[in-house]
């Protein structure tokens, strides 16, 4: 059976303007001043996605639902925001060096577009088991690809190596305070056109999305007095971000088990303070549901979204955030699947 982490009267997520944990000091008020700098760098290359409403989702859910679509962003995911905020915050020498990362797929293709509109050499090391058409997709944007074993040891070993030897810079896919800056642009979008928003559920993997809307909505809520709550949705079968929330320690992840290929990551060093202190709950759905609510997607708003993606409308659809007559925003992260390998197929 999945489960709901709620944090009670819902008054978890808003601490005072500054918080400090061992191994990652982090100041909320400082952290939402860079994702307002990272808007404004990145904004001539990347989408402002549409915000979709559907009134056959609204009545099935019993509250007013608002998709913020980064499938339809460039590269087909949120990952394109952090990816040219870290790439354009490099300077002249360290851009020249190129940019190093390890990467399932959403972020590789991310970096290899920022660094193309860079001009500067994007090194990608990706499971073999990555997603064929995520390999074909960074490729094409000028990635210049190593495949590697699919464990975590393997990635790194790999990213170490052609970090030693091109001298580029490391750009993780989401424990980097650039990359969450970035990440948290889409929830500023969604709360500028939408400022009354009560809720907003994103998709939580290694945290990025999660951490700067969370940041974000915190302080949208200190400025207007008006709280806006953070729900992260995961799968069932790669729960770390649960396990961590519910302990206040940060879990590892055990042999994740999900079609949702982009959340298989463990919460980062930086990532996981920011949501303790500032996401209200965790929700976990299973495999079963994830997938029903992408093919409710599918049919219903006319989209493109792949199973991560999903996950917060799965999340919402079962009941396991609190969203009965709220309005709320619901982070689509992305839109890149194969469509030869469809999973109703």
């Not at 409403?53 to 913020?68: D, H, I, P, Q």
């Not at 590269?75 to 020498?93: E, I, M, P, Q, W």
Request: proline fraction near 5%; aromatic fraction near 4%; glycine fraction near 10%.
């Amino acid at each position: 059976m999945s489960e709901t982490l709620v944090s009670g009267d819902e008054n978890q997520g808003q601490p005072s303007s500054c918080r400090s944990t061992a191994g990652a000091d982090w100041d909320a008020a400082a952290m939402y001043r860079q994702v307002l700098a990272a808007a404004s760098r990145i904004q001539p290359y990347i989408y402002r996605t549409p915000v979709l409403t559907s009134r056959v989702l609204n009545e099935l859910t019993g509250a007013a639902l608002f998709f913020k679509c980064e499938n339809l962003q460039k590269t087909g995911s949120f990952k394109a925001r952090g990816a040219h905020n870290a790439v354009f915050l490099l300077d002249d020498d360290a851009a020249r060096r190129g940019v190093v990362t390890h990467s399932s797929g959403n972020h590789a293709a991310a970096l290899a577009l920022a660094a193309a509109n860079r001009g500067i050499t994007a090194q990608i090391v990706m499971p073999r088991n990555a997603p064929q058409t995520k390999i074909d997709s960074t490729r094409r944007l000028g990635g210049q690809v190593t495949l590697c074993e699919p464990t975590s040891a393997a990635r790194e070993a790999a990213a170490n190596t052609l970090l030693q030897t091109t001298g580029g810079t490391l750009v993780h896919p989401f424990d980097n305070w650039d990359i969450i800056a970035g990440q948290g642009t889409a929830a500023l979008e969604l709360l500028d056109e939408l400022p009354d928003v009560d809720v907003i559920v994103s998709p939580v993997g290694g945290g990025g999305l999660l951490s700067g809307t969370s940041l974000v909505a915190h302080a949208h809520s200190q400025a207007t007095g008006r709280a806006c709550h953070v729900y992260g949705a995961e799968p069932q079968g790669a729960d770390d971000a649960y396990r961590s929330f519910t302990t206040s320690i940060r879990q590892p992840m055990h042999e994740p088990r999900t079609i949702a290929d982009g959340l298989r990551t463990a919460l980062g060093e930086r990532t996981f303070p920011v949501i303790r202190e500032l996401a209200t709950g965790i929700g976990t759905v299973s495999d079963d549901e994830i997938l029903r609510a992408t093919r409710l997607l599918w049919e219903v708003l006319k989209i493109v979204v792949e199973p991560s993606g999903a996950v917060p409308f799965a999340a919402v659809l079962e009941g396991r955030v609190p969203i009965t007559g709220r309005r709320v925003g619901i982070i689509i992260s992305g839109g890149n699947i194969d469509l030869d390998k469809l999973p109703w197929s």
